[in-house]
T-cell receptor, first 118, second 108 residues
Framework: GAVVSQHPSRVICKSGTSVKIECRSL??????MFWYRQFPKKSLMLMAT?????????EQGVEKDKFLINHASLTLSTLTVTSAHPEDSSFYIC??????????????FGEGSWLTVV | DAKTTQPPSMDCAEGRAANLPCNHS???????VYWYRQIHSQGPQYIIH???NNETNEMASLIITEDRKSSTLILPHATLRDTAVYYC?????????FGTGTRLQVFP
């Protein structure tokens, strides 16, 4: 079963509003999670590293005030798209490494969240 | 970070083995080779990863050349559900960087 879960899987919001996407590690703790976005027919682009208890680290060109990341617990990271615009419509995906014994230290991805801004 | 090169697309007949190549000639000694696949509109699915030795699990086999400059992902008996984009990633940290991958089309 899934070890990293995202919610919601699909969301539609009005232009100018904010929307929050959650990423949870199931049954394991993740001090670090990663957020990606993907446009249609394109590859995944890393946006930021979410660090539990500290500020996120953003990749070059990603607006930190636009994409707020909060990693308040060891199993939850949230991505908030603020003042959303139609060009923010995309597929957002998170990942985390499972360090549990027997997991092979595998990096798992969530199911993804489709954001449509109208 | 080591760069990977994959063919943009491949075809495979259902039931046959699918062999997906990946070149990573600048790989460093501490970098792992990861393979993920992405089926349309879903998050990437982990397939397998390795450092030096060949690896096998219930999904696939990973063959890494002795010099580690290339690898091959083998799906032993491809099914229609294996149609996806396959990504080969070489990385030493958790921050995986995706290239363009190989679009594998399995046909009946």
């Amino acid at each position: 079963g899934a070890v990293v879960s995202q919610h919601p899987s699909r969301v539609i919001c009005k232009s100018g509003t904010s929307v929050k996407i959650e990423c949870r590690s199931l049954d394991f703790q993740a001090t670090t999670m990663f957020w990606y976005r993907q446009f249609p027919k394109k590859s995944l682009m890393l946006m930021a590293t979410s660090n539990e208890g500290s500020k996120a680290t953003y990749e070059q060109g990603v607006e930190k005030d636009k994409f707020l990341i909060n990693h308040a617990s060891l199993t939850l990271s949230t991505l908030t798209v603020t003042s959303a615009h139609p060009e923010d419509s995309s597929f957002y995906i998170c990942s985390a490494r499972d360090f549990r014994p027997g997991s092979g230290n595998t990096i798992y991805f969530g199911e993804g969240s489709w954001l449509t801004v109208v | 970070d080591a760069k990977t090169t994959q063919p943009p697309s491949m075809d495979c007949a259902e039931g046959r083995a699918a062999n997906l190549p990946c070149n990573h000639s600048t790989i460093s000694g501490n970098e792992y080779v990861y393979w993920y696949r992405q089926i349309h509109s879903q998050g990437p699915q982990y397939i397998i990863h390795g450092l030096k030795n060949n690896e096998t699990n219930e999904m696939a086999s990973l063959i890494i050349t002795e010099d580690r400059k290339s690898s091959t992902l083998i799906l032993p008996h491809a099914t229609l559900r294996d149609t996806a984009v396959y990504y080969c990633i070489v990385r030493a940290t958790d921050k995986l960087i995706f290239g363009t991958g190989t679009r594998l089309q399995v046909f009946p």
